[in-house]
């Protein structure tokens, strides 16, 4: 029986919404210690960065208003999970101690290889550094520079209407559709905005190269682009792989519906970088938080244990900012799938306004301030109907 004086070391690996919300959580023990290593000393807003880059908003918080009290914030990067001997390795060379592992290292950028150009000269929005990057190479423009966005997205949408609202002129290439996860009407709103705004938008047309100077489409036609900006998507970082625990093919870590690795039941996974069941649910600020706190709760339980629960997320839909003076708050079923009712304009961009601040305000500071007060929306469908880890692994 463990003493009732022992500390239980908990590492959570990953300082963003999921990451910080868990460690926050786990202060529901006295007897915990929690460890939060993360790669830079602010928490940044990820949600945020489109207007970081368009200096419309600020992208960053000092930790010391998000952490609870007894949080040890170790700013550094986790380079390796060793499980044989329960130590996280970070990049300068320290090791961490565990009994158990939050894995919330979330998601980054997905330039992909495959289009010639694109590493070398696109620029991308996934995380602050390239943030930086990107704002840095906007200022040394004119505004009549054409910026071209490649990904028809949330993320791309954003971005681009962020900059045209500055007067910038901007081309929004869609791979698919533009907002394909939105409902018909929906994407009429958004594709109006755009318009009057003066985006170029070219739906179903693939960027097969980049150019300095311009990017070029599969059909062969070539449009002028003084800087290209990339938000086709997200990859995750290669920790999981490199520290030998399986994962889905976009890299995430493998687990039940618990949250737990498959590999090692004191590895837990939370955000954008899990895969339960080897389904993951959609990379979102939304779903992070209740993963994160999911995470925790499965942490204590294996403490306390007792039987972890599995996994119960309901989505109800998503938000898009429209520069700083419109919005859309697309509703949606509980799997996620869109309905014909969408909120547009002042109101839309209160809504996304209020979003933002409630991640931050309602769920990580209250979670410091009281330890489990935080609830979310449940009765969605499940990843997997409670997939046994030998079909996680055959599925993957």
Not at 142 to 160: K, M, N, R, S, Y
Request: net charge positive; with cysteine; aromatic share 6%.
């Amino acid at each position: 029986m463990t003493e009732h004086n022992t500390l239980h070391k908990v590492v959570v690996i990953g300082g963003g919404y999921a990451g910080t919300l868990a460690a926050n959580r786990l202060r529901m023990r006295a007897d915990v210690d929690i460890s939060l290593v993360n790669p830079r000393p602010k928490f940044v807003e990820r949600i945020r960065l489109h207007q970081f880059v368009a200096r419309t908003g600020d992208a960053t918080i000092d930790y010391g208003t998000l952490l609870g009290e007894g949080i040890h914030l170790v700013v550094d990067s986790a380079t390796r999970i060793d499980t044989a001997a329960r130590t996280v390795r970070l990049a300068s060379g320290r090791t961490l101690d565990y009994d158990y592992v939050i894995y919330a290292v979330g998601s980054t950028r997905a330039v992909p290889s495959s289009v010639p150009g694109a590493a070398e000269f696109a620029f991308d929005i996934a995380e602050f550094e390239y943030a930086q990057r990107l704002r840095a190479g906007l200022e040394e423009l004119p505004l009549d520079a054409v910026v071209t966005v490649v990904g028809g997205g949330l993320t791309g949408i954003e971005t681009a209407a962020e900059l045209a609202e500055q007067g910038r002129r901007v081309t929004l290439v869609c791979g698919r559709a533009l907002a394909p996860t939105f409902s018909a009407s929906g994407r009429r709103y958004i594709a109006k905005w755009l318009s009057r705004h003066g985006v170029v938008v070219l739906e179903a047309a693939v960027v097969s190269k980049v150019r300095p100077d311009a990017v070029v489409l599969a059909d062969g036609a070539v449009r002028m682009s003084a800087l290209t900006i990339w938000t086709g998507g997200f990859g995750v970082p290669e920790l999981a792989a490199a520290s030998g625990l399986r994962t889905d093919a976009l890299g995430r870590l493998l687990t039940d519906e618990t949250l737990t690795s498959v590999d090692d039941d004191r590895i837990v996974a939370a955000g954008d970088a899990a895969a339960p069941s080897g389904q993951p649910l959609r990379m979102s600020t939304y779903v992070a938080g209740p993963l994160g706190a999911q995470a925790a709760d499965t942490v204590l339980s294996r403490i306390a244990g007792t039987e972890p629960a599995v996994i119960d997320v309901a989505m109800s839909g998503a938000c898009v900012s429209l520069g700083r003076h419109a919005g859309i708050r697309q509703i949606a079923r509980k799997d996620d799938t869109a309905v014909n009712v969408y909120i547009g304009g002042r109101m839309g961009a209160a809504i996304k306004e209020m979003t933002c601040k409630f991640v931050v305000d309602k769920r990580i500071r209250r979670e410091a301030r009281e330890p489990g007060s935080m609830g979310w929306f449940k009765g969605g469908p499940r990843p997997g109907q409670l997939a046994s880890a030998a079909r996680v692994v055959t599925s993957s």
